[in-house]
């Protein structure tokens, strides 16, 4: 029971990652007209005027969670350091329900309601899923987009990031033009398992997926974008308050 309630809030863990971290923007379903790969020379222009960053930091993100017939309400707030770690915070009702701390060998995940803090990590054993840390970070990293040596162009508006291995498809779209991201995929063949994410016609970032939770959907919209905050990421609890458990 607890291997199974973990598994969901892990779960739900990444998925406000997600969320948290999909700008705004409209899906452009043009049809594929070359699928031919590139050298990068479509994305110079862009890229040599990208400016890095130490950090991103988006607060206020509006979300709405339907699962198993119930609706949740949260306001989503992230924090970014590049190759090192995702913090979330999940508020409900004006208090911090959840605090997640995402890295790319270990989750941490801090259940304020219940008391209760999973500390996961990574394991090579069974079907591997469908999406992991590196793909994250090509969602909301443009420079992963820069050092990436092969984009595909679909149309005359979308570029595409196909980072597919064998029996797993992970592809990304962003706008040509802009390189906001439009749309992802990431299958697990083997099992069937997904997590898919585009935007609407009303400007929200909408999640469908069947990984670990039966029929999800999540929608996301707003929020407030800062570049090079600083942030004391505290994942600390403590253990006569709180029941710890290790995965």
């Given at each position: 029971?607890?291997r199974r309630s973990?598994?969901?809030?892990?779960?739900?863990?990444?998925?406000?990652?997600?969320?948290?971290?999909?700008?705004?923007?409209?899906?452009?379903?043009?049809?594929?007209?070359?699928?031919?790969?590139?050298?990068?020379?479509?994305?110079?222009?862009?890229?040599?005027?990208?400016?890095?960053?130490?950090?991103?930091y988006i607060s206020?993100?509006?979300?709405?969670?339907?699962?198993?017939?119930?609706?949740?309400?949260?306001?989503?707030?992230?924090?970014?350091?590049?190759?090192?770690?995702?913090?979330?915070?999940?508020?409900?009702?004006?208090?911090?329900?959840?605090?997640?701390?995402?890295?790319?060998?270990?989750?941490?995940?801090?259940?304020?309601?219940?008391?209760?803090?999973?500390?996961?990590?990574?394991?090579?054993?069974?079907?591997?899923?469908?999406?992991?840390?590196?793909?994250?970070?090509?969602?909301?990293?443009?420079?992963?987009?820069?050092?990436?040596?092969?984009v595909a162009i679909?149309?005359?508006?979308?570029?595409?990031?196909?980072?597919?291995?064998?029996?797993?498809?992970?592809?990304?779209?962003?706008?040509?033009?802009?390189?906001?991201?439009?749309?992802?995929?990431?299958?697990?063949?083997?099992?069937?398992?997904?997590?898919?994410?585009?935007?609407?016609?009303?400007?929200?970032?909408?999640?469908?997926?069947?990984?670990?939770?039966?029929?999800?959907?999540?929608?996301?919209?707003?929020?407030?974008?800062?570049?090079?905050?600083?942030?004391?990421?505290?994942?600390?609890?403590?253990?006569?308050?709180?029941?710890?458990?290790?995965?």
């Amino acid at each position: 029971m607890i291997r199974r309630s973990f598994s969901r809030l892990f779960f739900f863990s990444w998925m406000m990652f997600l969320v948290s971290c999909a700008p705004r923007g409209w899906i452009d379903k043009g049809q594929a007209t070359d699928t031919s790969f590139m050298d990068g020379k479509g994305i110079k222009e862009y890229c040599t005027d990208l400016k890095p960053y130490k950090s991103l930091y988006i607060s206020k993100i509006s979300s709405n969670i339907q699962v198993e017939g119930e609706s949740y309400n949260a306001r989503v707030t992230l924090y970014y350091l590049p190759d090192t770690i995702f913090f979330i915070s999940v508020v409900h009702a004006g208090f911090e329900i959840v605090r997640v701390g995402i890295t790319e060998d270990s989750t941490v995940y801090i259940n304020r309601l219940e008391k209760i803090a999973f500390i996961y990590k990574n394991s090579d054993a069974g079907f591997a899923a469908p999406l992991i840390f590196k793909d994250l970070e090509f969602i909301v990293n443009k420079s992963k987009i820069c050092d990436y040596e092969k984009v595909a162009i679909v149309g005359d508006s979308i570029f595409k990031i196909d980072r597919s291995v064998r029996n797993i498809s992970r592809e990304i779209s962003f706008g040509s033009k802009d390189f906001v991201l439009k749309e992802f995929e990431f299958f697990q063949k083997k099992t069937g398992e997904y997590v898919v994410g585009e935007f609407t016609d009303k400007s929200k970032f909408v999640i469908y997926s069947n990984y670990i939770v039966d029929d999800l959907k999540i929608e996301a919209a707003g929020g407030n974008l800062e570049y090079d905050r600083k942030l004391d990421v505290n994942l600390f609890v403590n253990p006569d308050k709180y029941d710890i458990i290790y995965f």
